[in-house]
């Protein structure tokens, strides 16, 4: 079992009905899914495009462990170069040993690999108890061979709660480890 998931399930959970006065421990927040996504905005030939994505999933199976669906344009539009059918980005939804395994990573090992990092935004919570987190590079993470990489760029990465609540959604990930910014 991964040492986070073991974490919560001995730790975590049984805190967290104690402090929001649950009484049943199915009522306590948890993570559900982890959705990593990165767009493709260039080049504009659509065997460029192609070449790009070949790239790009071979990068989510790096980071992630799985294959990426790939996101496609519905329809064309002329100012971007863009058809109907190319392939815009990729997109991974992560649950079970894979989410909990990307998780203790993305705390652990990823975030402090950030150049200048003072920690994750406190409000980037959706209003729903979901937390959104964009990095600026794919490098960060330590299976990414920077010399195998064409271009560096950017992703988002949402983490789905089952609460409702988004100050519950914040003391999880605070007891899971996410490092929040100090408040001012």
Request: aromatic share 6%; proline share 5%.
């Amino acid at each position: 079992m991964n040492r986070l998931r073991e974490k919560y399930q001995q730790k975590i959970a049984p805190m967290l009905q104690k402090e929001l006065t649950l009484s049943s421990p199915m009522a306590v927040p948890q993570v559900k899914k982890v959705i990593v996504n990165m767009g493709v905005t260039q080049p504009a030939e659509p065997k460029a495009r192609w070449q790009i994505m070949d790239s790009i999933i071979d990068q989510f199976k790096v980071i992630t462990g799985q294959k990426p669906n790939i996101n496609l344009a519905r329809q064309s539009v002329a100012g971007f170069n863009l058809r109907e059918g190319d392939p815009v980005g990729a997109m991974v939804t992560l649950r079970g040993q894979r989410m909990w395994e990307f998780l203790d990573k993305l705390i652990n090992i990823t975030l402090p690999r950030v150049k200048d990092f003072q920690g994750v935004s406190r409000d980037a919570f959706d209003g729903q108890g979901n937390y959104n987190l964009g990095l600026e590079e794919q490098i960060v993470f330590p299976e990414i061979n920077y010399d195998n990489i064409d271009r560096v760029r950017g992703l988002q990465i949402t983490i789905v709660t089952n609460t409702k609540e988004n100050n519950k959604a914040l003391r999880l990930l605070e007891l899971l480890g996410m490092p929040f910014a100090k408040e001012k």
